[in-house]
């Protein structure tokens, strides 16, 4: 504040020095608005407000009222500033505004806007459109596992890396070698990681049913636990409880370079006949795959990291990309509710694709003018 | 009792979060604090588990003598340095953890299996990019720009002249190979040239390498990629749903009652 | 016939000895194919350029040791950017295992230009929580790291007394290797407190950028190694630096490498149409 009077001063001096008329007072502030931000947590208010019609000014004051409390400058916004956000105020507590536009040594006040009080929202309005989509969107599922449930016949396309999974895991025991199956770096909570821990339960009973080994090697310790309540499950269901070994689910490492050193290894001395890498990965995926790409083994690749794919994709036999691995719990063990679920889901993309069909044209049409309009339509379904 | 109340812990905070990213009252944003830091306490818990495991599982490779259990003993010795002289000196800047094990064994050790990504990139590369089919010949053009573009050797490249480098390699393999499929593909290319040429009035086009490089990520790339980000979202959508209402039951680790 | 058929099933390890034989050579013998500087690192180094002097830039040190080869040259060259224009540098970081990088770099750039610890560059270090972190960083850097990577108050350096906040600071460099990162600046910096946001990224993921470069919510781009060779290449045009350029060294080997790579696909699709041709 000091620093601005001084700069004021000095102005209207250098002004003097050169004989020089001095700056008109500028025009006062308009339409000075004061309302509690929408759809956030409290404590903060909004202020808007228009230049006067008049000479300009070169900073506008921000001053404060509440009351039982003085009257105090709250900020100083560049000319072109016409908004503020005033996030130094209490709840249900009543305030009023005033704007002043400042030319060389003159202050000119707004009219007072009218008191205005803040409070928390108790629903973001701005999330309306994702609230809607959400709704539609569990509907759909829901539906189609209703409909799933009343044992309808629901087709899913071919997937061939899923097809590929009991060819794999013979070709293993019939070489008498090995099957390694990396269930990712990510942790427990990663969807991709799920995803990747219901194929195991699939692969391993195969494995037990063929009576394969089964090395999985992990990099998240609560994803081991998992992994390995899982496989010995697996053993079970397929009645071979007695050849789960428990050595053969292990945690290496956290650190994802060590990892990938640690299954290298592990791939150069066990020579596996086939790999498994479903789940998420980062920058180890290619010294993964080429590394079991040199032992032979025929390997089945799935991640949702569109980094990463292209790695799998060059160097294994085959990749399941993106949904195709979200998909796999229900291709493999074709359970009705479970396909119903992807039923809904591909009903959903349709829709997707529909929206950003209209959404595009829509937009293309809010540049003429009679039409722009369209361009609100579209914003409804912009993200906040 | 050891199913039901995981899941229905899964099913009460499932919806709760949901509900949580609709309001933003500041009971609802405490709410979302006290559990992002309640996942990263139990993050902290399952260190200890991940030590614990790994000591074991070692420790038992190396008493039963298995296959490369002289590789036990160096993880073994390498974890117990690493916490001893992390608990007797401290972790700061300057500390033997610090200056020794990170600066000059980790971060070499890790940039050395990050350089590994060239050369397999280069093993990959050749056996993979066959032109076998229409599609993978058009995935090997649009690897050949990309490369060469966003490299200082084909800066100044006009990618016109690339594409008659390209039609001269072509007809030279061709006449090696004395394949149809090549001279059907270099003759459509030498055709789509000479159109290029006369509408850019007989003068080569401006258009250089590395600006098609960075058309051909930020269009044909970017959709793909866009495309395959909508699957991956609803996917993951949908799963999500599956794990709260108790459809999806993996993560429990024994599969579906 | 031989020949293609020898080609088709060469051994690794002769591919790997080509690889690096070509991308050490220029690292002995620099082959000096020259980097232009494209509009994505222009830009960053014209908006840092115009920073007045005297003020502070934030950078964001979000990578960890296996990036470092790509992204650690960009750190030093904006560093050295800085410095020679009489900018102060507070660096922070939204990844624990960048704190060694950023620590590094606070102990190896600032002596160059006789800057001190302290007066000219502060790093405050790693804390957990991103979105809190630049949030808390928007209302008061003291309250989020109340003192530096090293256990100094910042209320001790006389750097911090002009920075109390992100208001106070034009523009953020964040060097992000995934997530965390740039977009996390973009998210609340950028969006709530009108900060300008330049990032720089791996090669890998530099298309995810572009739309936000079009969009105009980022300032400039430094994309992989080739980028931080750009921006290299501008900070020592203009003469604010005369070191030795990593980035610069290094894309003789990147092309180099790119060369070879693209002659073995050459090499063996010529070969596998041979084959094809002939029923092999």
Partial sequence: MISLLILLLAGQAALLDTGAAPLAPPAPPVAVRAFDTPNDAGKSITLSWNAGEGPAHEAWIIERTAAGIEPEVIATNKPGETGYLDEGVKDRVGYTYRIAAVAGIDTVWSQPSAPVTCAPQLFNADRLNILIAMVIFFALIIYYIETAKKGKNLFVRRIAGLDAVEEAVGRATEMGRPIIYVPGLGGVSDIATIASLNILGEVAKKVAQYDSALLVPNRDPIVYTVAREMVRESYTKAGRPDAFKQDSVFFITSEQFAYAAAVDGLMAREKPATNFFLGMFWAESLILAETGAQTGAIQIAGTDSVFQLPFFITACDYTLIGEELYAASAYLSREPLLLGSLKGQDYGKIIILAIVAVGSALLLLSGIPALSILARIADFFSVR | MKRSIPLAICLIMGIAMMIQFFVPHPASVAFYDLTTKWVR????????LGTGSLVMYHVDKLQRRRRGWYYSIVTL?????????????????????????FSNLLVPLNSSMFAILAFYMASAAYRAFRARTKEAALLLVAAFVVMLGMVPIGANVPFFWFLVVMAGALIVAGLVTRSKALFIGTGALVVGLLVWLAFSGFKVPRLMLPDTAEWVLSVPNMAAKRAILFGIALGGIATSLKVILGIERGWLGGGKQ | MKLFNYLLKIDRRIIYIVVGLLVMFPLVKPLGLGVTSGPRARTLFEAIDAVPAGKTILISVDFDPSSMPELYPMLTAVMRHAFAKNLKVLLCGLWVTGAGLADKAATEIPPEYGKKYGEDVVFLGWKAGVDAVILGMGENIKNVYPVDYYGKPLDSLPMMNTVKQLRDIPIVFAISAGTPGYQDWLLYAQSRYGMRVGAGVTAVSAADAYPYLQSGQMTGLLAGMKGGAEYEVLVQKAGYSKAYMPAV????????????ILLLVIVGNVAYFATRKRGA
Avoid: E, K, N, Y
């Fill in chain 2, 41 to 48: 306490i139990v993050a902290a818990f399952a260190l200890v």
């Fill in chain 3, 249 to 260: 060294a290094a894309m003789d080997s990147q092309s180099l490498a790119h060369v070879v």
């Fill in chain 2, 77 to 101: 010795t390498a974890a117990a340095a690493t916490s001893v002289i992390g608990l007797g000196w401290g972790v700061r800047p300057g500390s033997p953890l610090q200056d020794i094990i």
